[in-house]
T-cell receptor
Framework: DGGITQSPKYLFRKEGQNVTLSCEQNLNHDAMYWYRQDPGQGLRLIYYSQIVNDFQKGDIAEGYSVSREKKESFPLTVTSAQKNPTAFYLC???????????????FGEGSWLTVV | QKEVEQDPGPLSVPEGAIVSLNCTYSNSAFQYFMWYRQYSRKGPELLMYTYSSGNKEDGRFTAQVDKSSKYISLFIRDSQPSDSATYLCAMSEGYSSASKIIFGSGTRLSIRP
């Protein structure tokens, strides 16, 4: 089945550690996104990539880094510079191609990151 | 003022009731409107997608867009306990994926058996 796979589902990070969240899609989508979701604040865009080897900062990029070496993969690293990393992280993708659902984006199941 | 406003709820209704979920927005350039359903600890899933104004129906769900009032709604008929989730509205100006999609903060819905 086509979809977006995020791993791990749950991750604990110690203070000062970098952690990397994996995101893989087999939908052949060009664009991929990382969002952070906190209670009562909805989805906030961290980084997005429209094409391989290119990515742009979103609204809250500080303390995060990404890479897009392959079309299918868009890992997110939460660095020690991110002061409040405990949150639910969502990876998403969308297609440039015209479809019945336009420019809608599709989400993975999310990763919970907790700082201990 | 946020670009997209959505009442966070929680909204609690009895099973079988008609549910109305709403979002208002300030950017008159928005043309594409979406509703996502998110169960607890899961990723959002696309429910409905509409372009410009008008209604769109899919089973028990109806999405309505009123661009003159900058107001969108999602109606759920014959609500079921399985409809209990957080509902997110989303919208964008353009078609291409380069166009930024703005999400509402979500409304928590609970259907009482």
């Amino acid at each position: 089945d086509g979809g977006i796979t995020q791993s791990p589902k749950y991750l604990f990070r110690k203070e000062g550690q970098n952690v990397t969240l994996s995101c893989e899609q087999n939908l052949n989508h060009d664009a991929m996104y990382w969002y952070r979701q906190d209670p009562g604040q909805g989805l906030r865009l961290i980084y997005y990539s429209q094409i391989v080897n290119d990515f742009q900062k979103g609204d809250i990029a500080e303390g995060y880094s990404v890479s897009r070496e392959k079309k299918e993969s868009f890992p997110l690293t939460v660095t020690s510079a991110q002061k409040n990393p405990t949150a639910f992280y969502l990876c998403a993708s969308s297609s440039h191609r015209e479809s019945a659902s336009g420019n809608t984006i599709y989400f993975g199941e999310g990763s919970w990151l907790t700082v201990v | 003022q946020k670009e997209v406003e959505q009442d966070p709820g929680p909204l609690s209704v009895p099973e079988g009731a008609i549910v109305s979920l709403n979002c208002t927005y300030s950017n008159s350039a928005f043309q594409y409107f979406m509703w996502y359903r998110q169960y607890s600890r899961k990723g959002p899933e696309l429910l409905m997608y509409t372009y410009s104004s008008g209604n769109k129906e899919d089973g028990r769900f109806t999405a309505q867009v009123d661009k003159s009032s900058k107001y969108i709604s999602l109606f759920i008929r014959d609500s079921q306990p399985s409809d209990s989730a957080t509902y997110l509205c989303a919208m964008s100006e353009g078609y291409s994926s380069a166009s930024k999609i703005i999400f509402g903060s979500g409304t928590r819905l609970s259907i009482r058996p």
